[in-house]
């Protein structure tokens, strides 16, 4: 199970860090990232980082302003976002891989969490 926290309404500029806890067969997951989902869009991919070697995928957008980092002991992942964007908005969802894919596609991972929202405003 993945719980996701801290998403929330942030001005422009702002910043805002995420959470992702897993419980349960943790011992089964490998890579684990961030999708995002903003209104009348397809989910798109965030990030994502290794459990074997912690490297760190992002997509372009977010490149050079969210950092993505794991803390293996206490199963968490972490998506610290800074100098937001309105366009940043959307559902923001972590997800979790058995076999260590560091694709982007929505089919390659596992596990979902159920979610929180993050609201950029102008």
């Known amino acids: 199970q993945l719980q996701a926290s801290g998403g929330g309404l942030v001005q422009a500029g702002g910043s805002l860090r995420l959470s992702c806890a897993a419980s349960?067969?943790?011992?089964?997951?490998?890579?684990m990232a961030w999708f995002r989902q903003a209104p009348g869009k397809e989910r798109e991919f965030v990030a994502c980082?290794?459990?074997?070697?912690?490297?760190?995928y992002y997509a372009d957008s977010v490149k050079g302003r969210f950092t993505m980092s794991r803390d293996n002991a206490k199963s968490t992942v972490y998506l610290q976002m800074n100098s937001l964007k309105p366009e940043d908005t959307a559902v923001y969802y972590c997800?979790?891989?058995?076999?260590?894919?560091?694709?982007?596609?929505?089919?390659?991972?596992?596990?979902w969490g159920q979610g929180t929202l993050v609201t950029v405003s102008s």
């Open positions: 980082i290794s459990r074997r070697d912690y490297r760190t």
């Open positions: 349960g067969r943790t011992s089964s997951i490998y890579t």
């Open positions: 997800a979790a891989d058995r076999f260590g894919t560091t694709r982007p596609e929505v089919g390659e991972y596992d596990y």
